[in-house]
């Protein structure tokens, strides 16, 4: 018999229905209930269609400079996974090298 395992978010929308407050769980987690996000990036791949659908969502609280490491430490996990789900560790090192290239462009490590 399978396991089944379900993630749950929960957005707040303020009037102009841009997001106030994300949260989410999992059955999985090592936490119990609702825990609190201020940016989200969802990539599902349509098995039928064959392309990439995402969500993405970010809070009005979300600071650029926090943005400017979250997004550095996405194209970190981006390698992370293509290098375990292909077993291709050359092209995986494009992502850690753009990352870093990333990061000298924005400044993101000089913070004085």
């Not at 609190?36 to 969502?57: A, F, H, P, Q, Y």
């Not at 400079?65 to 292909?86: A, E």
Request: aromatic fraction near 10%.
């Amino acid at each position: 018999m399978s396991n089944k395992s379900e993630i749950k978010f929960l957005i707040e929308l303020d009037d102009n229905k841009m997001p106030e407050k994300i949260q989410w769980q999992a059955d999985d987690a090592d936490f119990k209930g609702m825990k609190e996000s201020k940016t989200m990036m969802l990539s599902l791949w349509d098995k039928e269609d064959k392309v990439t659908l995402g969500i993405d969502l970010w809070t009005k609280e979300m600071l650029v400079d926090d943005m400017n490491l979250h997004f550095y430490q996405m194209i970190l996990k981006l390698g992370d996974t293509y290098r375990k789900s292909t077993s291709n560790p050359e092209i995986a090192k494009m992502f850690d090298e753009f990352a870093s290239q990333f990061a000298d462009k924005i400044k993101l490590f000089d913070k004085k």
